[in-house]
């Protein structure tokens, strides 16, 4: 990770242009970066523009990220939010929206969280190796509020959080439940026992990424297969 620490202590002297949007107050004049986003990393396309209160972003404001790509060595800089409702990586160039393109990105690298492209689609990272990766996938489905007709003006939609966790093992998605006996579920046999007495030991609670993975990178090699 350390080469990549440099890339985020850059200062941002490359925005010069402050523009409001969907997104908020963001610079959109990046250069030569956006100017090659636009043209191998990105195509345009209109967000969903529903009437739906709450922010439908990752994060509260879009921040620097750092591209590893595919098929270059040369990572690329940019500002990004993840819509959790569309699952895409959002550019703002000052008139129109992008969306970055998952099968030309490798990875998308915040100071607090990584990104990775499988099989098309965006995931978080909680633990990515040689061996596996273990995956957050968190997005938005829309809900209306419980109102009572002719008493309440119906409510406008709202946005509702999910999170799913996913393993991807030997070219396979695999989802995990949140659960000690599910956890223990998808290890052989033979190590139940084991897996049972670490995780008690080590307090492990299903509900913690960094504690799930660790009870993953000790009992990779046990996987079913």
């Given at each position: 990770?350390?080469?990549f620490?440099?890339?985020?202590l850059?200062?941002?002297?490359?925005?010069?242009?402050?523009?409001?949007?969907?997104?908020?107050?963001?610079?959109?004049?990046?250069?030569?970066?956006?100017?090659?986003?636009?043209?191998?990393l990105?195509?345009?396309?209109?967000?969903n523009?529903?009437n739906?209160?709450?922010?439908?972003?990752?994060?509260?404001?879009?921040?620097?990220?750092?591209?590893i790509?595919?098929?270059?060595?040369?990572?690329?800089?940019?500002?990004?939010?993840?819509?959790?409702?569309?699952?895409?990586?959002?550019?703002?160039?000052?008139?129109?929206?992008?969306?970055?393109?998952?099968?030309?990105?490798?990875?998308?690298?915040?100071?607090?969280?990584?990104?990775v492209?499988?099989?098309?689609?965006?995931?978080?990272?909680?633990?990515?190796?040689?061996?596996?990766?273990?995956?957050?996938d968190?997005?938005?489905?829309?809900?209306?509020?419980?109102?009572?007709?002719?008493?309440?003006?119906?409510?406008?939609?709202k946005?509702?959080?999910?999170?799913?966790?996913?393993?991807?093992?030997?070219?396979?998605?695999?989802?995990?439940?949140?659960?000690?006996s599910?956890?223990i579920?998808m290890?052989?046999?033979?190590?139940?026992?084991?897996?049972?007495?670490?995780?008690?030991?080590?307090?492990?609670?299903?509900?913690?990424?960094?504690?799930?993975?660790?009870?993953?990178?000790?009992?990779?090699?046990?996987?079913?297969?």
């Amino acid at each position: 990770m350390k080469i990549f620490s440099f890339l985020f202590l850059i200062p941002v002297l490359l925005f010069s242009q402050v523009t409001s949007t969907e997104f908020g107050n963001i610079s959109t004049d990046i250069g030569l970066d956006l100017s090659y986003i636009k043209r191998e990393l990105s195509m345009p396309y209109k967000s969903n523009r529903l009437n739906i209160a709450g922010n439908k972003y990752f994060y509260k404001e879009p921040s620097n990220a750092t591209l590893i790509l595919i098929e270059e060595e040369t990572p690329i800089n940019v500002v990004t939010n993840y819509n959790l409702l569309e699952q895409t990586f959002d550019v703002f160039d000052g008139s129109e929206t992008l969306k970055l393109l998952p099968n030309k990105i490798k990875k998308v690298i915040f100071p607090d969280k990584e990104f990775v492209s499988i099989d098309n689609k965006f995931y978080e990272a909680i633990e990515v190796n040689d061996n596996f990766s273990l995956l957050a996938d968190t997005y938005l489905e829309i809900y209306f509020p419980e109102y009572t007709p002719g008493i309440q003006d119906k409510p406008d939609p709202k946005y509702r959080k999910k999170n799913s966790v996913l393993l991807y093992y030997k070219d396979r998605f695999n989802y995990v439940e949140r659960r000690k006996s599910f956890l223990i579920s998808m290890f052989n046999k033979n190590v139940a026992k084991e897996i049972n007495t670490f995780m008690k030991k080590n307090k492990i609670s299903p509900r913690d990424n960094d504690e799930l993975k660790s009870l993953f990178n000790e009992f990779h090699s046990s996987l079913n297969r």
